[in-house]
């Protein structure tokens, strides 16, 4: 039988969980936790999910006709795993509520690593995270750097990263955030929090970061700076990023991230999601040993297939990852 698979916060990340998880042959959704009674509760009624609420909100969903099959914990009660995809700090709030349930437990990448002692990123660590009942997937940057980094490091041995994220300010769907107008320095003081964040998948590599903030909501970009151990060409390193399913080149006309995300609309992907990292391979440059180049990270998306593969290594329906990696990529449609 598949796997009983909970969303607990249908936002930006937990409605695109649900919806790949919901496509897996080996795992179901079992039902999808909202606090309001708003347009995206009734189109996953419309798509067929069942609706769960917080106890004390169970009456404002009533009101508004939307019917709901219990509350949040009647919904863990019912799950295996529960993904938990509600705003960075309100997901450690859960975790007794998990452990009472003897339910296992994802959280995102707003939440610290302490909380799950786990961090996870498929192609970095996968086989790490068997059997485990709680798991942090990283957030989207740090798994956007998980991807190139593991690999390159394999291959070539990693001496240190040094990278500069020119990142988005809020999703397209967030009318809250900002700045409009600005370019924002953030954290001031340096280093960024992200480098930090790959340790937690991977605490050999030497790696420091720094980070703005700029008026676009549509992809990060990073500017990716690596020293290696080994003799490489710019052509090896090209040929190790071809072979990742999660790194995708860009050329043919696509300079910038506008581009990209028109050609996801082309490509007819769901919600014009971009689940790859998107690297311009022309840039690929080695200085005095010192690779260059730059990729954009479509934040909204790009974790969704790393849920994905958490679930698979913490209900051991796959030993191996890069196996899982396939059947992920295979059953979203990324490849
Ligand atoms: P979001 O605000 O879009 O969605 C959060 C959802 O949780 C909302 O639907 C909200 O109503 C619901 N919620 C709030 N409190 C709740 C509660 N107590 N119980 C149940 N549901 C509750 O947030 P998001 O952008 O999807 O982020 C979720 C997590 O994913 C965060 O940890 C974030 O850091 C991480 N993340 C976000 C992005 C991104 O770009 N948006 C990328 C990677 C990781």
């Not at 302490?114 to 485990?132: C, D």
């Not at 689940?275 to 440059?285: K, L, R």
């Amino acid at each position: 039988s598949k796997v009983k698979v909970a969303i607990n916060g249908y936002g930006t990340i937990g409605k695109r969980v649900a919806d790949a998880v919901a496509l897996q042959d080996d795992m179901e959704i079992v039902g999808v936790s909202k606090t309001r009674p708003n347009f995206e509760a009734f189109i996953a009624r419309d798509k067929g999910y069942d609706i769960y609420a917080p106890s004390d909100r169970m009456d404002s969903m009533k009101k508004a006709d939307l019917s709901v099959m219990g509350t949040v914990e009647d919904m863990i009660d019912v799950a295996d795993v529960v993904v938990d995809c509600t705003p960075g700090g309100v997901g450690a709030e859960n975790k007794s509520l998990y452990e009472k349930h003897g339910v296992k437990a994802i959280w995102q990448g707003g939440e610290d690593h302490e909380l799950a002692g786990f961090s996870f990123n498929a192609v970095s660590n996968y086989s790490e995270a068997l059997g485990r009942d709680f798991v942090r997937v990283v957030s989207c940057n740090t798994t956007g750097l998980c991807r190139v980094i593991s690999p390159l490091d394999k291959e070539f041995g990693v001496k240190k990263v040094r990278v500069s994220l020119l990142r988005r300010s809020a999703d397209p769907g967030d009318i809250k955030k900002g700045p409009i107008n600005a370019i924002v320095p953030n954290p001031v003081k340096l280093p960024s929090h992200h480098g930090p964040d790959v340790k937690s998948v991977m605490p050999h590599i030497n790696i420091t970061t720094t980070a703005v903030k700029l008026p676009t909501t549509l992809m990060h970009v990073h500017i990716v700076n690596i020293d290696f151990e080994k003799d490489c060409t710019e052509k090896d390193i090209e040929e190790v990023l071809s072979r990742q399913s999660r790194v995708r080149f860009v050329g043919q006309g696509i300079s910038s991230t506008a581009e990209i995300i028109e050609l996801s609309r082309d490509m007819l992907r769901p919600r014009y999601d971009m689940w790859e990292n998107c690297v311009w391979n022309e840039s690929i440059s080695l200085y005095e040993k010192e690779l260059y180049f730059f990729q954009a990270i479509h934040q909204e998306s790009n974790v969704i297939p790393e849920n994905v593969d958490a679930i698979r290594a913490m209900m051991e329906l796959e030993k191996d990852g890069e196996k899982s990696i396939e059947k992920t990529d295979k059953a979203i449609g990324l490849i």
